[in-house]
């Protein structure tokens, strides 16, 4: 806390998406932030006012962050911590090749920031870390002789609705041993709360018809706060990797899985999200989830088999739909037939490639399939990173209409609006051949053979 600002002063460590949407967000909820950011791409694109990645609405709040002062990005941990009540630990933890987490950044940001605190720091982990971290942090600073409260802060935003999930969110979970810690964080998102519809103004974004009730604050232990983020993405990996498996069943015994799971969703206990079958999920979350949370059992000789079976399912549907679709196909080869392949990202709303089910099926396709493949994405193939993943022999389309013309099939792969508003009789005349392969099942079947297109879905 300053003298000019009643409200206490946060430092987020980390610049990736939930930092940047964390940092955004609070300095235009009238905290002072310091963006702590190592990687010099990613910290000039801030002091600028913008994110290094797309999505919807943080622009404009992050450019009033910075010209009103009160986001100050630094690369100096002096320059922030000392003058910091409250950090909120936003670092990467990439998975190592054994599928655990790789937690250096975790313990590098807790030993620096040990060194510059001041007493009596809160220290939030928001970053997705395995049970039992928040204990080895507690350590460092213990060690380093610190007295620094920490308490992990599971973060729970969607990419490509970050905005609308971090301003209307449903529950804010927090864990820890210091009550005055859990209830200086608890009072940060509840100042949010109270502010979300002049933030949201400043984006210039309306909540639309989402229906949120009160938040609700929930208080646990620092390690049941831990377990419950990682078990709350690996349920819903758990869900889709369910609508997949019964998808096939579907395709096998002449079943609608969009109808099967209508169905079964309608049961209040069950419910109807995150059971669309398709070509399965992807992002930074979930694969590193599910694989974080197989490791963390393995630690403590427990067998999530379960796990194991939702990811090898996951693995596997890229690969199955295009089986599916070669079936389709005169000769039942992809080699030579040029295929438009629409959506990179693993998700509608985002830039981001990251473990993208769309990639990996634009690989198989060139790589191992042959085909003549013409790939077209609204946002994510604007950067090099991922246009590197692609195979060499991928086109970059430049638009839609270029991707489909004289095509033989179109698969789509990311449920992007531009596709689904996309008019059925263009790409009906745009194509050269007639099969539409619908990898989200996104579109009505009913309305594409109306089009005179073959449709080819997933479980249906
Ligand atoms: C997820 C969690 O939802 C969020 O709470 C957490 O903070 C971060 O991880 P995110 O990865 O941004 O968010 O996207 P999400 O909307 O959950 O989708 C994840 C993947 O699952 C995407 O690839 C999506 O296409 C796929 N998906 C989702 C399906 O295949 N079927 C569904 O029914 C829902």
Not at 65 to 80: H, N, P
Not at 93 to 119: C, F, Q, R, V, W
Not at 202 to 220: C, F, K, L, Q, R
Request: aromatic share 8%.
């Amino acid at each position: 806390m300053n003298k000019t600002n009643p409200l206490p002063t946060i430092t987020v460590i980390g610049s990736g998406y939930v930092g940047v949407t964390s940092a955004a967000i609070f300095a235009n909820a009238g905290y002072q932030v310091y963006a702590l950011e190592i990687n010099p791409k990613r910290l000039a694109a801030i002091k600028a006012g913008r994110s290094f990645f797309y999505e919807d609405y943080l622009n404009p709040l992050l450019e009033e962050a910075v010209k009103s002062g009160r986001l100050i990005a630094t690369d100096s941990y002096k320059e922030a911590i000392p003058y910091s009540d409250i950090v909120f630990s936003c670092v990467g933890t990439p998975d190592n090749p054994d599928g655990s987490s790789n937690l250096s950044y975790i313990y590098a940001a807790a030993s620096e920031t040990a060194i510059h605190a001041k007493s009596g720091l809160v220290y939030a982990q928001k970053s997705t870390v395995p049970v039992g971290t928040g204990a080895k942090v507690e350590e460092i600073f213990h060690d380093a002789d610190a007295k620094i409260s920490y308490v992990s802060n599971p973060e729970f935003l969607r990419e490509g609705t970050a905005l609308l999930d971090s301003l209307w969110f449903d529950r804010v979970v927090v864990g820890g041993a210091d009550p005055l810690a859990t209830k200086a964080i608890i009072d940060v998102y509840q100042h949010v709360s109270d502010l979300r519809s002049t933030i949201a103004q400043v984006a210039d974004m309306t909540p639309g018809n989402t229906v949120v009730s009160d938040p609700e604050y929930i208080a646990t232990s620092r390690n049941s706060a831990e377990l419950i983020k990682v078990s709350a993405n690996a349920f819903l990996a758990l869900k889709i990797s369910f609508a997949n498996s019964i998808a096939k069943l579907a395709d096998a015994a002449g079943a609608d899985v969009v109808e099967v799971m209508d169905g079964i969703g309608a049961d209040a206990r069950i419910g109807r999200s995150f059971l669309n079958a398709g070509r399965g999920y992807g992002g930074g979350c979930f694969p590193k989830d599910v694989s974080g949370l197989i490791s963390s059992g393995l630690q403590h000789g427990i067998d999530l088999g379960i796990m194991q079976a939702a990811s090898a399912e996951n693995h596997a549907m890229p690969g199955y739909i295009l089986e599916k679709a070669m079936n389709h196909i005169e000769g039942e080869s992809f080699a030579g037939k040029k295929v438009a392949f629409l959506g990179i990202a693993f998700k509608a709303g985002t830039s981001d490639v990251r473990k993208s089910p769309a990639i990996k099926m634009v690989n198989l396709l060139s790589e191992k399939m042959e085909a003549n493949v013409h790939a077209y994405d609204p946002q994510a193939l604007t950067e090099e990173d991922a246009r590197g993943q692609l195979h060499g022999d991928v086109v970059v389309a430049p638009d839609m209409n270029s991707a489909l013309r004289d095509a033989d099939m179109v698969i789509i792969a990311t449920d992007w609006n531009e596709f689904k508003e996309f008019p059925l009789e263009t790409y009906a005349t745009l194509l050269n051949g007639t099969i539409l392969v619908d990898a989200m099942n996104c579109l009505d079947p009913t309305a594409v053979r109306d089009a005179g297109l073959t449709y080819v879905g997933v479980g249906r």
